[in-house]
């Protein structure tokens, strides 16, 4: 039994290291591969915390799991991330200028509905700067506990699990010293999540630390900062804000990445494209829609000169139809 536990840690474990090799996401993971469980249940394998799983059963759905990863050949699909997509560019300068800022306004909200392009900006920038960027993912597992925000954050700062402080006020004494040492930039994506306990850490820690913050989320996440009940971390849409970027999926993105995926270069048919699949996308993931139309123009010619506004009505049809 003990070499079970340590084979299903191991599993856990490795799956983890593969998705921060692929800079995907822990939500999306769970999304993608359901045998992982919770997030709450993978944290706990890879802790080695497995008081209350079955061991035996977890064994089947992890191994099962990192087979099915490794015979995809990654856990995004391989898909191509374009770097002068508007997401991508806005995310980068607004990043650059907070760079420069000398006193506390240091918060970078960027904020759109799901699937334009948030997280892959994200991406982008921390394949640029490396370790310049801290990444954390936050959960709404975590439940507003500040104790919670933190260990994720010292864990993204090499701290192991078994020596992570016992307590929220250690931890974050301890995220104070290893982010006061140099100026880093922490990006929390999914911030939405965070709860007014945790902004108010948020802000403790911009107060007390150089580096940049980069809060990445849904717009829900503004409406709470102007509600009564997050009174004291308003601050952070206000004097500790440098920029708040509004991202939407617009047609030139569009017409950008169906040039690429499809190699098409007919301007004119691009735009008629583009035209028909905005208003679709936008109730419809977004991003992901188009990516998903462009594989289905992949299957059935509708690439090069075969792309036409038709072709691209008839794709997205079908990829709205398996939504």
């Known amino acids: ?5 340590g084979e299903l840690q191991a599993l856990a474990c490795a799956i983890h290291e593969h998705a921060a090799r692929n800079n995907v996401g822990l939500a999306k993971m769970v999304r993608d591969y359901p045998a992982l469980g919770s997030e709450r249940t993978w944290r706990d394998l890879r802790e080695g915390k497995t008081d209350g799983y079955d061991v035996q059963a977890q064994l089947v759905n992890y191994r099962a799991a990192l087979a099915t990863i490794e015979e ?8 191509p991330v374009y770097d002068d997509l508007q997401p991508v560019v806005q995310l980068r300068r607004a990043f650059l200028e907070t760079t ?4 506390t306004n240091r918060v970078l909200i960027v904020q759109g509905a799901s699937g334009v392009g948030k997280s892959t900006a994200l991406r982008v920038l921390t394949g640029k700067y490396g370790q310049r960027i801290i990444t954390v993912e936050a959960s709404d597992a975590w439940g507003d506990r500040p104790a919670a925000l933190l260990g994720a954050l010292l864990r993204s700062l090499g701290q192991s699990a078994d020596g992570l402080p016992t307590g929220a006020v250690a931890r974050l004494e301890r995220c104070q010293e290893l982010l006061g040492v140099t100026r880093r930039c922490v990006a929390v994506d999914e911030a939405h999540h965070l709860g007014p306990h945790c902004l108010n850490t948020v802000k ?3 107060n007390t630390t150089p580096g940049e913050w980069v809060l990445i989320a849904i717009p829900t996440l503004w409406a709470k900062l102007e509600t009564k009940s997050y009174q004291e971390a308003r601050q952070l849409s206000t004097n500790r804000l440098s920029e708040r970027i509004r991202l939407e999926l617009r047609e030139r993105d569009i017409e950008r990445y169906l040039a690429r995926a499809l190699e098409a270069d007919g301007a004119a048919e691009l735009s008629a494209a583009a035209r028909v699949l905005r208003p679709l996308a936008a109730g419809n993931g977004n991003l992901s829609f188009v990516r998903d139309v462009a594989r289905i123009l992949q299957r059935t010619g509708g690439t090069g000169a075969g792309l036409t506004a038709k072709a691209a009505a008839e794709a997205a049809a079908s990829a709205a139809g398996r939504r």
């Open 72 to 79: 995809i050949g990654g856990a995004d699909g391989g898909e």
């Open 204 to 206: 403790t820690l911009v």
């Open 1 to 5: 039994m003990k070499d079970d536990r």
């Open 100 to 103: 420069k800022c000398a006193g």
